[in-house]
């Protein structure tokens, strides 16, 4: 189905001109208004009796256009002072920052959506909106599910569910409140992620789904961002949630799920007992090489080793580079944390890796390590580690642990090598599994 937009987008200017000239001034006032006829297929509402539609897209994709504008056809009536088909609206976000600055004061939000004379009125100290006729829309953060205990209303907008760490139990708050008016429904935006309470919502018989990549809002996109963004995510699990917005389910025999990722999640490292930088150097330093895997980890090492716990601090791997350029990184990264140690991989380079390194920092500490057993051996002891809740993450390192998803028992499932999973490794083994065999006895090396 091609909305109106894409027609006249791809009219002659005759035809432009003979439509236009053709509509009333108050039809031509009302244009830009006028959603359903601007509107891309995955924005408008599927027909039919359902309770919940869900849209997934990618990053940009316009799904919160589309939240915003289905709000405004539930709660609009023919004139600004009619009702319309919904009057008690819940807007739930992940915080109630969000739900302001992006439902309703974003830039496809309800506010700017909204006409002039339609336009509600943000009450701030009440946490809600209010249009000229009557309707109301009252905001619930995803923080405090509670807050939907006792409201009750008869259409919601749900914005980013998948991300949110309360998500089941804010739903279902949200659905025993849901009670009002003939046929209550509700509007989920998000991208998806794989979380129980997205794939349940996403099985039940009364939700109805739309889709769409990012690639489908290109028209309101810089031309830039999407050649960037496909350049380095393209043909990742990482891509394909954040840029298709598809739902990329665990693998059999994952080491690392997207669960336990999640629950590794932290917002604030502690004082660190010590810092390394692993490297996991490519085969070649050219353009479409795998990525020299760099990442910074730290770790709290007072007590016994059961008392242990580690933190990645930072992704800092590139691709394409040549040797002083991943040495130049490594050693800034060092630097960056204050790190006590590099350790490098030399399976591929020997001792040429430490010299081009000393070439950027002659007095960098550095040990070198030679892997002498397969990658998913090496990584199972480390994936242990977070099943332990021994080893948690700092946020924005989503492309490495998309390579850590894909590390199964059977082998690595992505394409390339996981550099930066290897780099991981490195880190992990160097403050937490060597040290801890050592503890236990002097003698014994794991590497």
């Given at each position: 189905?091609r909305?109106?937009?894409?027609w006249?987008?791809?009219?002659?200017?005759e035809?432009?001109e003979e439509?236009?000239s053709g509509?009333?001034?108050?039809a031509l006032?009302s244009?830009?208004?006028?959603?359903e006829?601007?509107?891309?297929?995955h924005?408008?509402?599927?027909e039919?009796m359902w309770?919940?539609?869900?849209?997934?897209?990618?990053r940009?994709a316009?799904?919160?256009?589309?939240?915003?504008?289905?709000v405004?056809?539930?709660v609009?009536?023919?004139g600004?002072l009619d009702?319309?088909?919904?009057?008690?609206?819940?807007?739930?976000?992940?915080?109630?920052?969000?739900v302001r600055?992006v439902m309703?004061f974003?830039d496809?939000?309800?506010?700017?959506c909204?006409?002039p004379?339609r336009r509600p009125?943000?009450q701030?100290?009440?946490?809600r909106?209010?249009?000229p006729?009557?309707?109301?829309?009252?905001?619930?953060?995803?923080?405090?599910?509670?807050?939907?205990?006792?409201?009750?209303?008869?259409?919601?907008?749900?914005?980013?569910?998948?991300k949110?760490?309360r998500?089941?139990d804010?739903w279902?708050?949200?659905?025993f409140?849901l009670?009002?008016g003939?046929?209550?429904r509700?509007?989920?935006?998000?991208?998806p992620?794989n979380?129980a309470v997205l794939?349940?919502?996403?099985?039940?018989?009364?939700t109805?789904?739309?889709h769409a990549?990012?690639e489908?809002?290109?028209a309101?996109?810089?031309?830039?961002?999407l050649?960037e963004?496909?350049?380095?995510?393209?043909g990742?699990r990482?891509?394909?949630q954040?840029?298709?917005?598809?739902?990329?389910?665990?693998?059999?025999?994952?080491?690392w799920t997207?669960?336990?990722?999640e629950?590794?999640r932290?917002?604030e490292?502690?004082?660190?007992?010590?810092i390394?930088?692993?490297?996991?150097p490519?085969?070649?330093?050219k353009?479409g090489s795998d990525?020299?895997g760099?990442v910074?980890?730290?770790a709290?090492?007072?007590?016994?080793?059961?008392d242990w716990?580690?933190?990645v601090?930072?992704?800092?791997?590139?691709t394409?580079?040549?040797?002083?350029?991943?040495?130049?990184?490594?050693?800034?990264?060092f630097?960056?944390?204050g790190?006590d140690?590099l350790?490098?991989?030399?399976?591929?380079?020997?001792?040429?890796?430490?010299?081009?390194?000393?070439?950027e920092?002659?007095?960098?500490?550095?040990?070198l390590?030679?892997?002498?057993r397969?990658?998913?051996v090496?990584?199972?002891?480390?994936?242990?580690?977070y099943?332990?809740e021994r080893?948690?993450?700092?946020r924005?390192?989503?492309?490495?642990?998309d390579?850590m998803a894909q590390?199964?028992r059977?082998g690595?499932q992505?394409?390339?090598?996981?550099?930066?999973?290897?780099?991981l490794?490195?880190?992990?083994?160097?403050?937490?599994?060597e040290?801890?065999?050592a503890?236990?006895?002097p003698?014994?090396?794991?590497?």
């Amino acid at each position: 189905m091609r909305s109106g937009a894409a027609w006249l987008a791809s009219a002659t200017p005759e035809t432009v001109e003979e439509f236009l000239s053709g509509l009333s001034d108050n039809a031509l006032l009302s244009l830009p208004w006028m959603f359903e006829f601007w509107a891309l297929p995955h924005q408008v509402p599927p027909e039919g009796m359902w309770k919940t539609w869900v849209i997934l897209g990618g990053r940009g994709a316009g799904k919160t256009r589309a939240g915003a504008e289905w709000v405004r056809s539930q709660v609009e009536g023919a004139g600004p002072l009619d009702e319309g088909a919904a009057r008690r609206v819940a807007l739930v976000g992940e915080t109630v920052d969000q739900v302001r600055e992006v439902m309703i004061f974003g830039d496809s939000g309800i506010m700017a959506c909204s006409p002039p004379d339609r336009r509600p009125e943000w009450q701030a100290t009440r946490r809600r909106l209010v249009w000229p006729n009557g309707a109301e829309a009252r905001v619930f953060s995803a923080h405090e599910p509670e807050s939907l205990r006792g409201p009750q209303f008869d259409a919601a907008w749900v914005d980013e569910l998948a991300k949110w760490k309360r998500a089941a139990d804010t739903w279902d708050q949200l659905q025993f409140g849901l009670r009002l008016g003939a046929h209550p429904r509700q509007v989920v935006t998000t991208t998806p992620r794989n979380v129980a309470v997205l794939k349940a919502i996403l099985k039940n018989p009364s939700t109805v789904i739309t889709h769409a990549p990012t690639e489908a809002n290109r028209a309101y996109l810089a031309a830039s961002f999407l050649e960037e963004v496909r350049a380095r995510y393209g043909g990742t699990r990482l891509g394909a949630q954040e840029l298709d917005g598809m739902l990329v389910e665990d693998l059999e025999g994952a080491f690392w799920t997207a669960a336990l990722l999640e629950a590794a999640r932290v917002e604030e490292v502690p004082p660190l007992d010590r810092i390394v930088v692993a490297v996991d150097p490519p085969v070649t330093g050219k353009a479409g090489s795998d990525a020299c895997g760099i990442v910074v980890a730290g770790a709290v090492t007072k007590g016994a080793p059961k008392d242990w716990r580690a933190y990645v601090l930072e992704d800092a791997s590139v691709t394409g580079a040549s040797p002083n350029q991943w040495a130049r990184a490594a050693v800034e990264a060092f630097h960056r944390h204050g790190a006590d140690r590099l350790v490098a991989e030399v399976n591929q380079g020997g001792e040429l890796v430490r010299e081009v390194i000393h070439q950027e920092d002659p007095l960098l500490p550095v040990r070198l390590v030679h892997a002498s057993r397969g990658k998913a051996v090496r990584a199972e002891p480390v994936a242990a580690l977070y099943e332990q809740e021994r080893v948690a993450h700092v946020r924005g390192l989503l492309p490495l642990e998309d390579q850590m998803a894909q590390m199964t028992r059977a082998g690595f499932q992505g394409r390339g090598s996981p550099d930066r999973m290897d780099a991981l490794v490195w880190a992990i083994h160097e403050l937490m599994i060597e040290p801890a065999a050592a503890f236990r006895d002097p003698r014994v090396r794991t590497l």
